[in-house]
């Protein structure tokens, strides 16, 4: 028996919460944006009356002020989006107990075997009910994919909106998503898209029919796994409500409010990055064994390199193979914004001990991370910048938009 997969999104979500909250902005063009003033000016959200002036999410706040001259540019308020997701996946949760975030805004909900309950064609009843609550109760409307796997179902969302139920089935799916851009199936990137597109790939549907070896052998294992999604064989579970998958890589980005001109600029950023993702890798219990390093020119150029290291969660380390990649690849252009990551992550138990130090390197390690540990406990106690680097007193405006500690969740899960 197939299963019954829903993948629920909730419409232009920030715009719509503030309209919610203040009825009398749903008639006038309507964006969630950054803040100008620290360079995160970019739209994060619009609601419908802004989409038909071609206002986009991801674009600067400058460029959507030229397409809609009055739009209506609102602060996001996080605690209020998170309020009203945490009471949509109370709807959801009254339906299965199998509910996945995708994101702040989307759920996929595994309604497999209520037929008996709902009837014929239960997996659209259900989305249907759920569309209808959610507007009622929250002040939102949600688009709905019903399907028999996790990527039909998230592409059904995606197919008509807003405020409408999308039903793909092993009978449909190839006349409905086969003459897609093969950039709208989910996990294929821009990057992967622009390899696919010199390959003659256009499609969905052109991906699907290719050779799947081929795509492996170009792509790797990403480009069978597209292939196989293209082609409908998912058989991911959805995760029971409160399970997660394990953390693949932790890491902490920022564009600066003024440019990075020189490496001294560098160096300061990415030692308060740095510190952060040393600080979750600890909370989190793992270590990295490799270091990734990205940087945005002003001309909004973008670089991404990456190196192994022996397994840490020291942010001397990670600073250190981050200056080395840093190093490597700038250019010497002016950057705006700068990243690391962790990746390639063991638990804290699986370390490799050096065969030549006689244990002295490896108890000198622990040493340090007991250390840093100490150090996440008064930042904890006593505020993010109670215990810092010198070097971080130089930094000034460059790192007042950097989190000192831990990180905010980006607004946008995913977006196309």
Same mark, same amino acid.
């Given at each position: 028996?197939?299963?019954?997969?829903? &993948?629920?999104?909730?419409?232009?979500?920030?715009?719509?919460?503030?309209?919610?909250?203040?009825?009398?902005?749903?008639?006038?063009?309507?964006a969630v944006a950054g803040d100008v003033?620290?360079? &995160?000016?970019?739209?994060?959200?619009?609601?419908?009356?802004?989409?038909?002036?071609?206002?986009?999410?991801?674009?600067?706040?400058?460029?959507?002020?030229?397409?809609?001259?009055?739009?209506?540019?609102?602060?996001?308020?996080?605690?209020?989006?998170?309020?009203?997701?945490?009471?949509?996946?109370?709807?959801?949760?009254?339906?299965?107990?199998?509910?996945?975030?995708?994101?702040?805004?989307?759920?996929?909900?595994?309604?497999?075997?209520?037929?008996?309950?709902?009837?014929?064609?239960?997996?659209?009843?259900?989305?249907?009910?759920?569309?209808?609550?959610?507007?009622?109760?929250?002040?939102?409307?949600?688009?709905?994919?019903?399907?028999?796997?996790?990527?039909?179902?998230?592409?059904?969302?995606?197919?008509?909106?807003?405020?409408?139920?999308?039903?793909?089935?092993?009978?449909?799916?190839?006349?409905?998503?086969?003459?897609?851009?093969?950039?709208? +199936?989910?996990?294929?990137?821009?990057?992967?898209?622009?390899?696919?597109?010199?390959?003659?790939?256009?499609?969905?549907?052109?991906?699907?029919?290719?050779?799947?070896?081929?795509?492996?052998?170009? +792509?790797?294992?990403?480009?069978?796994?597209?292939?196989?999604?293209?082609?409908?064989?998912?058989?991911?579970?959805?995760?029971?409500?409160?399970?997660?998958?394990?953390?693949?890589?932790?890491?902490?980005?920022?564009?600066?409010?003024?440019?990075?001109?020189?490496?001294?600029?560098?160096?300061?950023?990415?030692?308060?990055?740095?510190?952060?993702?040393?600080?979750?890798?600890?909370?989190?219990?793992?270590?990295?064994?490799?270091?990734?390093?990205?940087?945005?020119?002003?001309?909004?150029?973008?670089?991404?390199?990456?190196?192994?290291?022996?397994?840490?969660? +020291?942010?001397?380390? +990670?600073?250190?193979?981050?200056?080395?990649?840093?190093?490597?690849?700038?250019?010497?252009?002016?950057?705006?914004?700068?990243?690391?990551?962790?990746?390639?992550?063991?638990p804290n138990g699986e370390r490799q001990?050096?065969?030549?130090?006689?244990?002295?390197?490896?108890?000198?390690?622990?040493?340090?991370?007991?250390?840093?540990?100490?150090?996440?406990?008064?930042?904890?106690?006593?505020?993010?910048?109670?215990?810092?680097?010198?070097?971080?007193?130089?930094?000034?405006?460059?790192?007042?938009?950097?989190?000192?500690?831990?990180?905010?969740?980006?607004?946008?899960?995913?977006?196309?």
């Open positions: 028996m197939d299963r019954v997969i829903l &993948h629920v999104d909730m419409n232009n979500f920030f715009a719509s919460v503030e309209c919610a909250d203040r009825p009398e902005l749903w008639s006038q063009p309507v003033e620290a360079r &995160h000016g970019i739209i994060l959200a619009k609601n419908q009356v802004a989409k038909a002036y071609g206002v986009q999410t991801g674009e600067s706040i400058a460029e959507a002020r030229r397409k809609c001259p009055r739009i209506v540019l609102l602060p996001p308020h996080m605690d209020r989006y998170q309020q009203i997701s945490d009471k949509a996946r109370a709807i959801y949760a009254q339906y299965t107990d199998r509910v996945e975030s995708f994101g702040i805004d989307e759920c996929w909900l595994d309604v497999t075997g209520n037929g008996r309950l709902w009837g014929e064609n239960y997996g659209e009843v259900i989305a249907h009910e759920i569309r209808c609550r959610i507007k009622a109760e929250l002040g939102v409307t949600v688009s709905v994919g019903v399907s028999f796997n996790k990527i039909f179902a998230k592409m059904g969302s995606d197919y008509k909106k807003p405020d409408a139920v999308t039903l793909i089935t092993r009978e449909n799916f190839r006349e409905l998503l086969w003459p897609l851009p093969v950039g709208d +199936l989910i996990f294929v990137g821009r990057s992967t898209a622009q390899k696919l597109w010199y390959m003659q790939i256009r499609t969905v549907g052109d991906l699907a029919r290719a050779e799947p070896d081929l795509l492996e052998r170009t +792509l790797g294992k990403s480009g069978l796994m597209a292939w196989n999604f293209a082609n409908g064989m998912d058989g991911s579970p959805v995760l029971h409500d409160g399970q997660e998958y394990p953390i693949k890589s932790i890491g902490n980005s920022t564009t600066t409010p003024v440019d990075m001109v020189t490496r001294r600029d560098a160096e300061i950023v990415l030692a308060q990055l740095c510190q952060s993702v040393a600080t979750r890798l600890r909370e989190a219990d793992l270590r990295c064994t490799t270091v990734k390093l990205s940087l945005r020119t002003t001309d909004l150029s973008w670089k991404q390199r990456q190196k192994g290291t022996a397994a840490t969660c +020291l942010e001397n380390d +990670l600073w250190r193979e981050a200056m080395t990649l840093y190093d490597t690849c700038h250019d010497g252009k002016p950057l705006r914004s700068i990243g690391v990551a962790a990746c390639n992550l063991t001990l050096c065969m030549f130090d006689g244990q002295g390197e490896t108890c000198r390690h622990a040493a340090l991370e007991s250390l840093g540990s100490v150090l996440d406990s008064l930042r904890e106690r006593f505020g993010a910048r109670a215990v810092r680097r010198g070097l971080l007193l130089e930094g000034g405006i460059l790192i007042d938009g950097v989190p000192p500690q831990g990180s905010m969740p980006h607004p946008v899960a995913w977006r196309k």
